[in-house]
């Protein structure tokens, strides 16, 4: 068993808080590498953004638990290290938990926070595994995640063909029951690359999320499937050998909207997967002589940041304030 306190590491309930005062989003940015965990930190320092670093369990699976406990440590370290000892707050959180089993793992294992996906349950159901993950977790002082109502795309085991919107009328009465810390909701944003089709109107439904918040006025709002997919990233991609058709994502300038709200964590992980694929094809396709890894991943790296410091800077609006006073 290791307490996440250990490591240096923060759950979510202060963060929140300051982030739904604040009027910005914190950003969820997934990772599974160390070039990626190298370009989250390095950006989020740089621009003094608090981070949640999030793993869903595929990811966990892919780089192993134990590794990702120390690689979490080694992050704390890293961020005071490059910001003269004075480290952002961070979060390790679960992604899609998909059951009690690997949230309880995960706590046992030095996450700060963890999301239980009951979203493709009953309401009922939802409501009583939620909270059988709440009373673990907070018995740990560990914060949770719920969902209510269903994205589009694809997740670790849950693959939805369409979504269901979050129903306003759903919302207090999840909250209350299962005692959770923050909700994620579904408005018209989905997961992957694909999130619309050409000649679909790509908005997410801001007006939902004002009926949530008329609900739960304050409380914490979690929006997934956040990725843009930067059009000029596609272009690289399909010029350099890659073949994403009709890849479309979320407005930026709708999710910064969102943001200002009570919307105070925002995921984000296929464009940074479009980055460092950009990044990559284009190095295979303008050096194919290279074959050390360090020449290819390091521009990966290289270009992760910087969409990460645009991010943070423009669309969730958390650059400045890691060490907000409450
Ligand atoms: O919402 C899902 C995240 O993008 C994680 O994706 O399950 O392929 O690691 P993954
Ligand atoms: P994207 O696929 O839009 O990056 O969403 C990521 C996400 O919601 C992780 O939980
Ligand atoms: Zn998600």
Redesign the pocket.
């Known amino acids: 068993m290791v307490n996440y306190k250990d490591l240096g590491l923060v759950n979510t309930r202060e963060l929140f808080k300051k982030a739904v005062k604040g009027g910005y989003a914190i950003p969820a940015y ?1 990772f ?1 590498n160390m070039e990626q965990l190298q370009a989250i930190i390095q950006a989020c320092v740089e621009t003094e953004s608090p981070l949640i670093l ?1 793993v ?4 966990r699976q ?1 780089a192993n638990q134990t590794l990702l406990r120390y690689m979490a440590q080694g992050a704390v370290e890293y961020a005071k290290e490059i910001n003269n000892g004075k480290a952002i707050p961070i979060v390790l959180h679960l ?2 938990g998909p059951d009690f089993e690997t949230c309880k793992s995960c706590i046992d294992y030095g996450f700060s926070s963890v999301m239980i996906d009951g979203s493709h349950l009953s309401f009922e159901e939802n409501i009583a595994l939620t909270k059988k993950v709440v009373e673990y977790a907070h018995a740990h002082d560990v914060t949770v995640e719920g969902e209510l109502g269903v994205l589009a ?4 085991d849950v693959k939805a063909e369409k979504h269901t919107y979050t129903e306003p009328d759903e919302v207090e009465a999840f909250v209350k029951a299962t005692g959770v810390d923050s909700l994620a909701i579904a408005i018209g944003t989905s ?2 690359a694909y999130k619309f089709k050409p000649g679909d109107d790509p908005k997410i439904r801001l007006d939902i999320l004002a009926e949530i918040e008329k609900r739960i006025p304050g409380f914490p709002i979690v929006l ?2 956040s990725s843009s997919v930067p059009q000029d990233l596609v272009k690289i991609i399909n010029e350099n050998g890659g073949k994403l058709k009709d890849a479309i994502g979320i407005g930026e300038d709708q999710l910064r909207e969102a943001a200002k709200s009570a919307v105070c964590k925002i ?1 984000i ?2 464009d940074g997967r479009l980055a460092m694929t950009a990044a990559i094809r284009k190095v295979f396709n303008d050096k194919p002589e290279e074959f050390d890894p360090r020449k290819y991943l390091g521009p990966a790296r290289e270009s992760l940041k910087a969409l990460y410091i645009r991010k943070n800077k423009e669309v969730l609006g958390s650059a400045g304030h890691a060490f907000d006073a409450e």
């Open positions: 997934n599974n999030q869903s369990k595929g990811a892919y992604d899609h795309g694809i997740e670790d997961h992957g997934h499937g995921n992980d296929s």
